[in-house]
């Protein structure tokens, strides 16, 4: 693989910060995007721009064709054959909503209980806990281990006659952590239960194949697989979506309006009320096809190479902690550092060009169950390089010098 | 090391940092007050007595980095024994200082050590940072909620 023809489809990566070269390893936050999908979206902006699905005009036909067609982009790059299961939504936070919102209501009964995760982000967690409280749900938590990785022996002891649902996150945002999704969907199946999992960093960093894992629903975002914020998608099998009321109501996701009573489309339009994120979603089709356009294994191959040797070289350093050592880890390293808080890391390190997340990652509980109050985590992307990891460390030793 | 990192990390930062001063529960408090920065987590808490409108004593604990700790820190040492009513003008000085611009001669007199906060108004995103024991401080002052009652105040 040509890493520097592939750093060069990036134009974001190519600049300095505080006067010193960017190193970008914030990408669980937010990946750069290649040129491809700036210029899909300015192609629409320039050229195409106008709404979809009801102008008569060739702009509106050339747009609708374009936003359309992205559907079926989704749906092979995650392994699905039927392009109408992908719902657009803003993002997995939407997608996630989505379900609550409409699965839950229609098909969730007072005593029965929500399967999540220890280690979910706050999106796949707060909509449960919004539910559980207007339906009367309970809401359940696999313990994490020691080594940020999932129980699987008390999911399986979890799930049982009550259980109505189970989310969980596919890959940890926070830790790296990859889940055994297989097991976790053949535990329900056996009790006859839906899976919905939270992809958001699976999308960019893992093969997906929703028909081969058996799941029910699987949630993306746009923004966290190289493109734009703000597009995403719901996939859901077939018979799942048609069984769900619309989410919100409004425009495009209607055959009838009368004062009296309105009927719906059926999936994925029901779900789709309003004028969408036309270059957003544009953006994300673009993005999938750039990593069509690619050897997208070889690229992951390099990705898994630089974050393992990230978690290698930290762990090797002096009052460095890592925070989850899972033996599946993909896209991130959590780590502490002797008594420096992760914020003085962050800032001080983002002076030496280097951009990393730090705090709690949005996922709380799972800092308390590693007690750790926040942590660092550098993040990759397929772009990145084990020279990136070696400023890293560097910058991690200037932030032991100024700070004592 | 840059020296503008310097401006942040001044010694004397660093030294409240790894030295918290009042950094203790009180025996007998009259106003707790939590302040939660819910971006980030940081947390503290705030213990004061307030009798005849002075600040008698004042401790705090919490969890945060080296700028929410020694602004706590600092904080404690600079309003222990004042009158309420200055530790809310000090409050203000110090934070027109990090959110409007450079004090005036009149703040920094007022300010004193404090002043050395002045470079957190360079790093934006670290502004909440040192104002966090502050508008906990604030909102206990201004709390008339009778104890066991623990307030909490958020920075967002």
Known sequence: ?404 | MSSDLRDLYQELILDHQKRPRNYRKLEAPNRVMRGVNPLCGDSLELQLNVEDGVVKDIGFEGSGCAISKSSASMMTERIKGKPVAEALEIFGRFHHMLTEGAPSEADEEALGKLAVFAGVREYPARVKCATLAWQTLKAALESDAPLPDVGNVSTE
Not at chain 1, 237 to 244: A, G
Request: with cysteine; hydrophobic share 40%; net charge neutral.
């Open chain 1, 1 to 404: 693989m040509n890493l520097q023809k592939l750093r060069s489809d990036f134009p974001g990566l190519h600049q300095d910060v505080h006067g010193k070269t960017l190193v970008y390893l914030d990408n669980a936050a937010t990946m750069q995007k290649p040129r491809a999908v700036l210029d899909a979206m300015e192609k629409y902006f320039v050229e195409d721009c106008a709404n979809v699905h009801r102008g008569v005009h060739l702009l509106s036909e050339r747009a609708t064709k374009s936003f359309e067609a992205v559907r079926g982009k989704i749906a092979k790059f995650i392994g699905s054959k039927d392009a109408n299961e992908v719902v657009f939504t803003k993002g997995v936070t939407d997608a996630i909503n989505l379900v609550a919102h409409s699965f839950g209501r229609k098909h969730l009964e007072k005593g029965q209980e929500i399967i999540i995760s220890g280690m979910e982000h706050h999106s796949n967690i707060v909509p449960w806990q919004i539910l559980a409280e207007e339906k009367g749900l309970t809401l359940k938590v696999v313990p994490v281990t020691d080594r940020g990785e999932l129980d699987l022996e008390a999911y399986a002891k979890m799930i049982g006659p009550k259980t109505g649902l189970v989310s969980m996150v596919w890959v940890s945002n926070a830790l790296g952590t990859v889940n055994p999704v297989k097991q976790i969907v053949d535990l329900a199946k056996a009790h006859d239960v839906p899976v919905m999992f939270d992809g958001a960093q699976a999308l960019p960093h893992v093969p997906i194949d929703v028909e081969a894992i058996g799941c029910d629903f699987f949630a993306g975002s746009g923004h966290k697989c190289y493109g734009p914020t703000g597009a995403g998608f719901l996939w859901g099998k077939k018979k799942r979506l048609e069984s769900m009321p619309p989410y919100q109501g409004g425009g495009d996701m209607i055959v009838s309006v009368t004062f009296e009573k309105s009927t719906y489309r059926e999936p994925p339009a029901r779900f789709e009320a309003g004028t969408p994120n036309i270059a957003g979603i544009i953006g994300l089709g673009a993005a999938i096809d750039y990593l069509g356009s690619i050897d997208l294994a070889a690229a992951r191959a390099h990705e898994d190479d630089v974050t393992r040797y990230c978690a290698e070289q930290l762990s090797q350093t002096a009052g460095i902690k890592l925070v989850g050592t899972p033996t599946q880890r993909a896209g991130a390293v959590s780590f502490v550092m002797d008594d420096i808080h992760p914020h003085d890391i962050g800032t001080i390190l983002d002076r030496e060009g280097v951009a990393i997340r730090t705090g709690h990652h949005c996922a709380q509980p799972l800092m308390a169950r590693m007690h750790v109050p926040a942590t660092a985590r550098a993040s990759f992307g397929i772009y990145n390089t084990r020279e990136e990891v070696d400023v890293l460390v560097g910058g991690l030793k200037k932030v032991r010098e100024l700070m004592g």
